[in-house]
DNA sequence: TGAGCTTCATTTTTT
DNA sequence: ATGAAGCTCA
């Protein structure tokens, strides 16, 4: 297909920094694509020189493997596609020496963090879990803004910010002491770094000559500044991005940046998409009108030029029971009428707990679905615990992994033991490991918990020793028998059932493991420390392909949805308090929820299905919730009601003739 | 260490 | 209502 005037000219322009202004389904993954391929072909960059940036790895994986549908595999050898952690990685690994970490340093994902806080705060805080997410959320915060425990104490105003700018440098330190870093130093560290030394940041500008950023709305300040380093004064550019679709300033994301380019880069050239090749055009107008009620500091006007479609239903249902029968009920005749497909169905809901409802539904109609969410891959605990291991093998600071890993499973070394191994190794101010050989150790430890100890630290030190002299895959191979995991597995779990399945996610796992140490064609062995940032970055790209070939409903969250699409979408639950979501509507910020309902509109290809309850069971007790105002936003015109019909209007109908009555009985009473 | 009890919340989530 | 997560007592 050929690329839209506007597509075009957002590929051609490359002499100066680009923002792409792109409408849902306007085609931007193309425009990107195109780009790059255009920028080797046309305009003799070599692909080495070019970084594309995403947020998540599925989106990195689209972009690469659609590069490599259009340039091929030689024309985009060496071409950066990765996530912004991704990225950092790689600067902080190739500026080791410059930063002051060793090799083979550890990530901490969330849970490990949270674990590290709780210990630093001497688990003052681990029943609060409340003060605890605070505690977390305020580390995050400060670097995102790019702002060091050191200023973060300085500013901090009321008692409690102070306190937690105290715990935020002892973080640091202790990070520092586990030669660790977290998600969010994977940013501001390459961030910081690039700033301050001119001769990193000219070495960087000059291997990445022009870059090109996806989803820019979803940037927050040091990922901002890091493309502002990155690109330098060249300012060879594009990113594209939707303000309309910015749904995730909740955790950190400044839409405002796409403002910020424009003063920051006075010669930004705007290139507005806003034809819509996915949707028809009913779909969209509702859409647009739905958004036209956010203020806006770009206009835009998605257009279509697909068939109108048909009106879009709004279906009233007695409880949300009725309301899962009912969507259920409606795929079904839909499906038998149209002949499509189950996977051509999606069900959007505003939080994860209204898709039991629809679960239940599904299941006892014997409908295959697929449900977006829950426990991810990598917080079982059989993961967390051989991604443990795997750390410890590469980084033996990283307490956090030692603490996990020295009795699991079961070494008869108990928390006597462990807690004179700490103040051993506070005292001496080193790691937990290290201190394993401190020959004051024998003194302080009798002699069953220091044989234990010292069998398991030896065996560490023998595993480790062979895995960084290359031998890593056996060694890898041996310390997963040794530990006789799957024993374990059966003896620690409720069922065998349970051990079984658990047992599974370890082989799985393990199989990766040995995929990329091994290598294969289009990948390079690669060494242990490697897998293990890979794998915490859950950065597992061409391997692995989980290809979805079942034909099922698809259930997901609005935020999951984004950039997605369906032929026939349902978006439930679309009354006041949840879908601008009660807590929204206190903090008066209703125009992300309007963006939410925006995005989940815009995932529909032909038909838009709108259902709401008029009694739903909540916290023990029934309320009556109010036809979500987003619905009454929307042109009525083309909207079918269903059901019920018990809306605000009519209420407000209801309202006007009773007022009118009473008005009558006055003047009739005057008379 | 574990079954059974109480308590508790109950938006969105990636890396 | 409901389910998860922590807690207690044997």
Redesign the pocket.
């Known amino acids: 297909m050929k690329l839209n005037p506007k597509q075009d000219e957002a590929v051609k322009y490359i002499s100066g920094p680009c923002l792409v202004l792109a409408g849902a389904g306007s085609g931007k993954t193309r425009v990107i694509t195109n780009k790059i391929a255009y920028l080797v072909q046309e305009c003799e960059y070599q692909a080495k020189n070019i970084a594309a940036v995403t ?4 989106a990195a994986k689209e972009m690469r493997e659609r590069v490599l549908q259009t340039l091929g595999k030689k024309e985009s050898k060496g071409l950066w596609v990765s ?4 990225l950092g990685l790689e600067v902080i690994k190739k500026e080791l020496k410059t930063l002051g970490y060793k090799p083979g340093f550890s990530l901490l ?2 849970q490990d963090t949270n674990q590290l806080l709780s210990e630093l705060t001497e688990k003052e805080l681990e ?1 609060d879990k409340d003060l605890l997410n605070l505690l977390k959320m305020q580390i995050g915060n400060w670097k995102n803004e790019l702002i060091l425990p050191q200023r973060a104490i300085q500013e901090a105003r009321e008692p409690q910010k102070a306190l937690f700018a105290q715990l935020y440098a002892r973080y640091q330190i202790q990070l520092r002491a586990y030669n660790a870093l977290d ?2 130093d ?1 940013i501001m560290i390459p961030t910081l770094l690039l700033g301050q030394n001119s001769t990193v940041r000219e070495r960087w500008q000059s291997r990445f000559r022009y870059l090109l950023v996806d989803e820019y709305q979803d940037t927050n300040t040091s990922q901002y500044q890091l493309v502002k380093l990155l690109v330098g004064e060249r300012a060879r550019f594009t990113v594209v991005g939707d303000d309309d679709q910015s ?1 995730y300033s ?2 950190g994301a400044k839409p405002q940046n796409l403002v910020l380019l424009s003063k920051d880069y006075p010669g930004l050239r705007l290139i507005k998409l806003e034809q819509n090749y996915r949707s028809v055009k009913r779909v969209l107008k509702a859409a647009n009108i739905l958004i036209a009620n956010n203020p806006h500091e770009f206009d835009k006007k998605l257009f279509s030029e697909l068939d109108m479609g048909e009106p879009i239903r709004v279906i009233a249902t007695r409880d949300e029971e009725h309301e899962a029968e009912r969507v259920v009920a409606e795929i079904i005749s839909h499906k038998f009428m149209k002949r499509t497909s189950y996977r051509d169905y999606a069900i959007l809901y ?4 209204q898709a ?1 409802v629809f679960e239940k539904s599904l299941m006892s109609n014997r409908i295959p679905y697929k449900i ?2 829950g426990m ?1 891959f990598f917080s079982r605990s059989e993961i967390k615990d051989i991604m443990a291991y795997l750390r410890l093998l590469v980084n033996q600071d990283d307490d956090n992994a030692f603490l996990r890993v020295v009795n699991t499973p ?1 070494r008869e070394i108990g928390p006597v033991t462990l807690e004179k191994l700490g103040s051993l190794a506070n005292e001496r101010h080193i790691g937990l490991f290290a201190a394993c050989f401190e020959q004051e150790l024998t003194h302080r430890l009798a002699g069953r918990g220091y044989n234990a100890l010292m069998g398991f630290a030896r065996w560490v030190v023998e595993l480790s020793d062979r895995a960084v002299r290359g031998d890593t895959l056996e060694a890898v191979k041996d310390m997963v028998r040794e530990i006789n995991y799957e024993a374990y597995l059966y003896e ?1 779990s ?1 069922s065998a059932k349970a051990a079984e399945m658990r047992m599974k996610n370890v082989s799985e796992l393990y199989k990766w493991i040995t995929d990329m140490l091994t290598g294969d064609a289009d990948n390079p062995p690669m060494t242990l420390p490697e897998v293990v940032s890979k794998l915490t ?3 597992m790209l061409e391997r692995n392909e989980e290809e979805d070939d079942s034909d099922a409903v698809q259930l ?2 609005l ?2 949805s984004k950039g997605l699409e369906y032929p026939h979408v349902f978006m439930v639950g679309m009354e006041e308090g949840f879908l601008p ?4 509507i206190d ?1 008066e910020n209703v125009e992300e929820e309007r963006r ?1 309902a925006y995005v989940g509109i815009t995932r529909a290809q032909e038909t838009l299905t709108l259902t709401y309850a008029k009694n739903r ?1 909540q ?2 007790d029934v309320s009556t919730p109010e036809l979500s105002r987003f619905v009454l936003e929307l042109p009525q015109d083309d909207l079918h009601y269903e059901g019920k019909k018990k809306t605000v209007a009519s209420q407000n109908e209801r309202m006007e003739q009773g007022q009118a009555r009473v008005a009558n009985l006055r003047a009739m009473l005057k008379r």
């Open positions: 947020f998540t790895n599925k996530t912004f952690h991704t994902d969330d029943k998600f969010d994977l749904i909740w955790r505003r939080g994860n707990h039991r977006s969410g991810s079961r620690s409720p970055l859950r950065d997901l969250t935020h999951a979501h009660q807590t929204s903090e939410l069971r916290f023990g």
